[in-house]
């Protein structure tokens, strides 16, 4: 008799920890599982942000050389080489789910577009680009709307 209360006993531990204690245990797994990957998706957010500032800004800063004629060939032949390594670079860094990658990625996009527009002008294929300005401040613009949704 005293080795069948036992056994309920024993059967009774098993069915509340069974019942009650895996599910709650299995709930904060998942929960730190969410959790850590939200802190990954942020750093990856940031990270995309601060490549795509430092492209955007480098690419500003060096395109202005060439907005007028005569351009040197040799100059924007390299200049266009290392931006589209650059921009090739920020891309792979903001693929991740984060909305803050997203209009980084718009930002890159816009960027690359300009950078084309003046190729194909220095190339002669193109009688210019009507007001580079324009594009420069929607690409600061998306790129400070990212540095928002990232918490920058």
Known sequence: MGGLIKLAILAAVVYFGY???????????????????????????HHCVSVAESVSSDFAGEIRQFSRPPVDAGMWSTFMIQTSGQLSSADSACRCPHEACTSAAAALLEQRRLLNRFDAMVRGTSTGISNPAVSLERINNLLARARSEAGC
Do not use: I, N, V
């Open 19 to 45: 019942t009650q204690l895996l599910p709650r245990y299995r709930a904060h797994r998942e929960s730190q599982a969410a959790h850590e990957e939200a802190d990954q998706d942020s750093q990856q957010a």
